[in-house]
């Protein structure tokens, strides 16, 4: 089976290729021409992948892609997946995370048409939800030009599906985080604050707000789903999530209480932080991917949390930074 992952190098990227290696696959990865690609997360595997050069913005690279790697699976992983870029940069956010799914749709249709295609819809679909907890029925209604993208990369893949006859999924995935996510990122920002505090090269975590809620799952667990979603006998949408919901707040007690430190002596609210429309609260009714995928989450809040502060300590202590550039 030949595999094609586009945002290869991202978090959710590099555990697919995990699971797909070890499954024997032949995984091709998409990356972007750039003099600042890092291959970080991919970089204990990157030997045995097959990584092309395409890019989102350019339908020509695409089909010539395709051309070549013949993919029997595409997941479409990549897009502008930071939520506050999106506000300073909307326009970019839809052309990468709208109008590249119907690119990569295109060129799926005009030269792989019976290849299996998984797109990456998020929760941040729901926005201001209308009911709870959400699943695959309840209406969308984004807060943020990232979540208003999705919204358009999930209709289309649906349209495709039904227009073309494609195989077409989305898996509408929660959070799922890792020791793997970017820094920018509020779970990754709490456990490397913590790990930095913990070890001396920082004197306090400034944040934004604390009362939101998310339903946190462990980007390992997630990956499987997306798998199990082309494996069935007809495509459909699945919403992916843990069912549970917890705070920035509870995150970030449970984070410092495993370092054995008082959160409230480090942590500073900063209006920064803010986002111009939050999205308070959301909770996924992941039954149906439990059903009829077998899915099931295996790594629980706290391990997930535990799991993140462990693996930045351990980072931190292996390639100490001086204290001063750390604060900075």
């Known amino acids: 089976m030949r595999a094609l992952i586009t945002g290869i190098t991202g978090q959710d990227g590099s555990y697919l290729a995990d699971l797909l290696l070890e499954k024997g696959y032949t995984v091709y990865g998409m990356v972007r021409r750039s003099s600042t690609e890092t291959f970080e997360r991919i ?137 793997r996510r970017g820094k920018e990122f509020v779970t990754r920002k709490i456990s490397d604050g913590v790990a930095r505090i913990k070890l001396g090269l920082a004197d306090e975590l400034r944040m934004g707000n604390l009362d939101a809620e998310r339903d946190w799952g462990f980007a390992g667990d997630y990956v499987k789903a997306m798998w199990l979603m082309l494996q069935q006998d007809e495509p459909d949408n699945y919403v992916i999530a843990t069912g549970a919901s917890h705070s920035v707040r509870q995150f970030i007690e449970i984070a410092f209480a495993h370092a054995g ?36 989450p295996e790594v629980d809040f706290e391990g997930l949390v535990e799991m993140m502060v462990e693996a930045d300590l351990q980072r931190l202590k292996d390639s100490p930074e001086p204290a001063a550039a750390a604060k900075a």
Request: charged share 25%; hydrophobic share 40%; glycine share 6%.
């Open 43 to 179: 970089a204990h595997i990157k030997d045995k992948l097959e990584l092309r050069q395409a890019d989102l913005l350019d339908q020509l690279s695409l089909i010539k892609l395709m051309e070549e790697v013949q993919p029997d699976e595409i997941y479409n992983l990549a897009a502008m997946s930071f939520v506050p870029t999106s506000w300073t940069q909307p326009v970019l956010t839809g052309e990468f995370t709208g109008l590249g799914v119907v690119r990569m749709l295109e060129a799926m249709r005009l030269v792989c048409p019976k290849a299996r295609f998984y797109q990456a819809s998020s929760s941040e679909m729901f926005g201001k939800v209308q009911e709870v907890p959400q699943k695959e029925t309840t209406p969308f209604y984004p807060r943020s030009p990232y979540g208003a993208a999705k919204v358009y990369g999930h209709y289309i893949t649906i349209n495709y599906r039904e227009s073309y006859d494609l195989f077409a999924v989305s898996g509408i995935l929660f959070n799922h985080e890792s020791p």
């Open 261 to 296: 430190l008082d959160w409230q002596k480090y942590v500073k609210i900063d209006e920064r932080f803010l986002r111009p429309a939050e999205v308070e609260h959301l909770t996924g009714d992941s039954s149906k991917a439990r059903q009829t995928l077998g899915w099931r």
